[in-house]
């Protein structure tokens, strides 16, 4: 097994870069995002919208839902195959920037994945805004060798153009009938006004698209946006949190029943429960949480995991009648990385910081952020922390031993110091708050949302889940964008979930 990067520097991606084959992967003409492109942004408007003027979701998924089943989808929404007691499957989150990050993560991606007997893809499978022509190179091309089905779970990105896409691609779903116009002057009125919508000719490619993964055996259809999968002894339930992060009436009731019984279940969300330290319940219109449903003894669910951040993280949170429960965050399939370093000092649901995991690393997320704002800003001299300078300071700072060892002897200097408060570098509770606060939300809510598609390592990942009547085992394997890592995918972590 190959070196990762809680082992050495170069098992993360550093030192001399030997890019790998997924650039031959990638169309001739790629167009590259970036967040910090106004025309992106407001591409990508409606959940600013949503938030302003009421949030419209809710009632077009149930127009979804409702055409669906009236189409002879399964009522109870779920998918039954025929796996046997023993199978695996693939999750990976955030895929759909259809540049270099998303491609560098597919080789290992099949390598991995070549004997599972399915995939799902949780959260935002296409970006900015979920539109039908992006699935062509964002979708069907990067996975057209992987020879079983992908079942999906929108993300707030592919309900930017009101699910159409996503709908047609995954289940087969023709566009809703247009409803009536709100009344004038109204906040739905007002929202509408500024909605964006898909252009006229979108989506007439996708057929032509479609032919890349056009294997019988690559073919699925899901009965709508929110789904279970009965697969050998467990369910594995996805569901739709929208534009904001939420569930619906409809969809929360289902939810209920759908998690009942004794069959163990693992549940793949477009909104983590757990992330940067944080627990993030998930509310369900009308009341209640779906940490509730999770957390239930009677539910027997075992997982929990989420897209939508763009790394790994996971949490064994300990509940009080003694089961534990992996929170998983699994968004780092190809989109932008977000920041690993502004997570504090994890004490959360029970878990510190011994019981946490993350990748990247924190000290290689600073590390990264460092070279890439001292590009940015021309400031390289300044700016740019080694990987051993950076994994130095934030043991300092979190008043941890560090993650790996470094190469040798590392002197933190007030450089140092400073660069890793400017990139919002987290620190432990009781020491400094008072500034590193403001300066971390500053840099999650502005600096970190940008495109890092230049050189390796870019630091994806994905999950495999090796399921049996006992227990099922979660790897999370690391891609680089670096031909070693290619070559042989390093286990980023791994845990092994009883189910008896």
Known sequence: MSDSSRDTAQGAGWGAHDPGTYGQLMPAETKKISWLDPRMLWAARNGVLASWFGDPTGRTRGRWVEQRTAAGAPADKVIRRPEPDRFSFMVIGDTGEGDDPQYAAVPGFLKVGQDTSFAVLASDVIYPAGSADDYDGKFFRPYRDYRAPIYAIPGNHDWYEDLGAFMRVFCDAPPLPAEPAPRPSSRAWLRSRLWHRPRQSDGQR??????????????????????????????????????????????????????????????????????????????????????????????????????????????????????????????????FMHATHTIPRVSVGGVEEAGFRCYPLRGDSLAFYSRLYGRRLRMRRFFSLTEDEATAVIAERLGIPPTRGPGGPVRITRRIRLVATLLGTARRPDRGTRFRLPVRKIYTSLFSPSSATYSPPFFKCFLRLDVSPQSVRLRCYAATGNRAQELDPPVEDEVTIALA
């Open 206 to 335: 996708l057929d032509d698209a479609r032919a890349l993964r056009g294997r019988a055996s690559q073919q699925a259809v899901q009965p709508g946006p929110y789904w279970a999968i009965d697969s050998g002894p467990v369910r594995i339930i996805g569901i739709d949190t929208g534009l904001l992060g939420t569930l619906d009436a409809e969809q929360g009731a289902w939810l209920r029943e759908v998690a009942r019984g004794p069959r163990p279940k693992i549940l793949i969300t477009g909104s983590p429960l757990y992330v940067d330290g944080e627990h993030q319940p998930c509310p369900i219109e009308g009341g209640g949480t779906v940490d509730e449903i999770v957390r239930d003894p009677e539910n027997r669910f075992v997982a929990a995991i989420g897209g939508d951040i763009h790394n790994y993280q996971r949490y064994p949170v300990t509940l009080p009648d003694g089961r534990t429960l992996q929170y998983v965050v699994a968004g780092g399939g190809g989109a």
